[in-house]
């Protein structure tokens, strides 16, 4: 019996048991791919499975629904593996430790993968049942949307009927997506002389951040723990002279970074003063994040008495720190057309310093393209004035709203009928991969809906059993009503 074998429906949560089994984490997801196309011989389906891992499955139509409009099921097979400072577990290898907690499943001291497991255990679950009356349908299971949609960017979909699609990589039951921003990763390196610099050394932490998706709550202006780390690093080199001997914050460009350290030397007749200022940012951010992002800490511990180390030297130090105190970050403009819609962003994820050169990787979003290009040349000036070099990957384009969806108008109907309200239709910041998929399929209409789920990206992710079983019979009632 597994964990979560008496949730209903049981064949969605049998599969999601299944797949939280099987490591998946985005570039890691060779294993969860096979298992698709295990599944897909068990069934006697037709599957293709590229040489990116992409896995397509058809289930031809029931009898008396050949003639229905064939759907098109969509999620991604990667999640954000992320795991809290004391676990031990090796993500790379080890399935999840999942758990119940009144309504919500959750997975031990790790990211759960509700994004996008639960699409993934939805669409096992249709094409298993004998029951379900449904229409042709062709199930898109991509790889790496996490870090670039470099899945969604590669497949081949020519061999597809349907035009009609639903996306089910959502958080939010009760809400469809009908448009999204487009955006790409922006990863900078900085060249780091070494030298030996005779000093204390001292670990710098930024730690106790909320985070989150840097989509779906940078609106909420979380603290960046590097972007903390940069301004700590930039104070103190104006007061001394500073060495870097490592840092390393941030999981994923597309996540709020909760922690970041660095360990730095400084002469030990600066050891005070470098105390002293930790403090006092330390009883800024307490003031400044009280109500966004309380639990916010910057500490330093001594590692050292006063030695010699090998590390950048003070100078490259300040280069970099001056890159880190003046970047952007965050919501840059809010849509004129949408209220509280963010219009442009972007999140410096991932700040590590490794050889002899430290690296910035961002993501950068946007729901208008020119605004998109410009913030990437704005950050590409910086990273040039500061003597780095950049380069600009995954680049995907948004999801434009169509007026005119014989799609979601069916499905707000039926919603309408089976909860007595209209769902909202809305547009989101996060990406999607629904306009990638989309400039692949002629005159695609899309709908993106998903049942509830809290802080993915984060260990403290869950999944909402009561919120899952809604979706999955309405889902049903969608594929059921003909025409």
């Not at 009356?133 to 349907?162: C, F, N, Y």
Request: charged residues 25%; proline residues 4%; glycine residues 8%.
């Amino acid at each position: 019996m597994g964990v979560l074998s008496n949730l209903e429906p049981k064949r969605v949560f049998y599969y999601f048991e299944e797949i939280t089994k099987i490591p998946h984490g985005s570039g890691n997801v060779e294993k969860i791919s096979d298992f698709l196309v295990d599944f897909a011989k068990a069934h006697n389906l037709f599957y293709i499975q590229d040489a990116m891992k992409n896995v397509i499955m058809v289930k031809e139509a029931i009898p008396g629904y050949e003639k229905e409009p064939v759907v098109i099921l969509q999620g991604h097979m990667d999640m954000v593996a992320v795991q809290t400072p004391d676990c031990t577990m090796d993500m790379k290898t080890e399935g999840l430790k999942v758990g119940i907690d009144g309504d919500n499943v959750y997975a031990e001291g790790t990211s759960l993968g509700g994004d996008d497991g639960i699409a993934v255990a939805y669409a096992l679950a249709l094409l298993d049942s004998e029951d379900i009356k449904h229409p042709r349908l062709e199930v898109i299971i991509t790889v790496d949307e996490e870090v670039g949609m470099d899945g969604a960017r590669e497949i081949d979909l020519s061999m597809l009927q349907g035009h009609r699609m639903i996306n089910l990589d959502s958080e939010e039951e009760g809400i469809f997506l009908t448009s999204c921003a487009g955006g790409a990763r922006v990863n900078c390196r900085f060249p780091m002389k070494k030298q030996e610099l005779t000093g204390i050394r001292y670990e710098l932490e930024v730690s106790g951040l909320l985070g989150g998706h840097s989509g779906g709550e940078i609106h909420k202006e979380r603290g960046n723990s590097n972007c903390i780390l940069g301004r700590l690093l930039w104070r103190l080199s104006e007061k001394m002279p500073v060495g870097l001997v490592s840092a390393d914050g941030g999981l994923a460009d597309n996540a709020i970074p909760r922690q970041t350290k660095a360990v730095v030397v400084v002469e030990e007749k600066d050891a005070e003063s470098l105390e002293q200022q930790v403090a006092a940012l330390a009883t800024e951010l307490a003031d400044e994040l009280a109500t966004k992002d309380p639990d916010t800490k910057v500490t330093a511990k001594k590692l050292s008495a006063a030695e010699r180390n090998v590390c950048a030297a003070p100078e490259e130090l300040r280069r970099v720190a001056a890159f880190l105190q003046a970047t952007p970050n965050g919501v840059q403009a809010m849509s004129a057309d949408m209220p509280g819609l963010v219009q442009t962003s972007l999140n410096l994820g991932i700040l590590k310093e490794d050889a002899e050169s430290l690296r910035a990787e961002y993501s950068v979003r946007s729901s208008v393209e020119t605004e998109k290009d410009n913030l990437i040349a704005k950050l590409a000036a910086l990273v040039e004035l500061t003597g780095g070099d950049y380069v600009v990957t995954g680049d995907y384009p948004g999801w434009k709203y169509r007026v005119h969806s014989p799609l979601r108008e069916k499905m707000v109907k039926l919603y309408a009928e089976m909860y007595g309200t209209e769902p909202r239709v809305e547009a989101i910041h996060a990406g999607l991969e629904c306009g990638l998929l989309g400039s692949k399929i002629t005159d695609l209409d899309c709908v993106s809906m998903g049942p509830d789920m809290k802080d993915i990206h984060t260990t403290e992710e869950t999944l909402s059993i009561s919120s899952t079983k809604r979706v999955w019979e309405y889902l049903v009632k969608v594929l059921e009503t003909k025409d």
